[in-house]
């Protein structure tokens, strides 16, 4: 295995892979389309323009990105001390925000769609979501949005819905 430095030159995705081209310092050579190597499951770095990256040479001399050496600087939004934030493509942020000291309020944004876990002044989470198109929640053995009293719509895995409620408005020309 060998390992080199080089500088990104562009990045690409291709399928939900990020892919890099790389000039290899002193030497000059320009890779093209390098993938980057997943630190952890579920975890990628995905590098900028101008970022010093490490290059290793594995099976039949494919170059992958091990890893970040330096970042070049970059343009970016002002984050708060107790705030992370991950761009995982192009489109999709990750934010993860420190509330109390001791838990981390979730913000998952992604082209017109916001998904958050927040942690409310009573200690508990509020899970919200926002999107500009269809909402839409399968479920193979049932399905329930219940308040803490037990109020609210419960499904069957036939398809069949029961609202707990005592009052209920419902209106009845405009359902389909």
Known sequence: ???KKGRVTSKK????ICLVDVTIERIGVHERNVPILKPLSGVTYVPEEGDLVVISYMQEQEPVVMGLLN????EQRELDGDELSFDLDENTELTLTKNDGTHYDVILTTEGTEISILKNQM?????GIETTGTFSMEAEKGFEILDDEGYGIVGDDEGNFTWYHEDIDFDSENTA
């Open 1 to 3: 295995m060998t390992v």
């Open 71 to 74: 970042r070049a600087p970059h």
């Open 123 to 127: 200690g508990d989470y509020d899970i």
């Open 13 to 16: 995705f291709d399928d939900g």
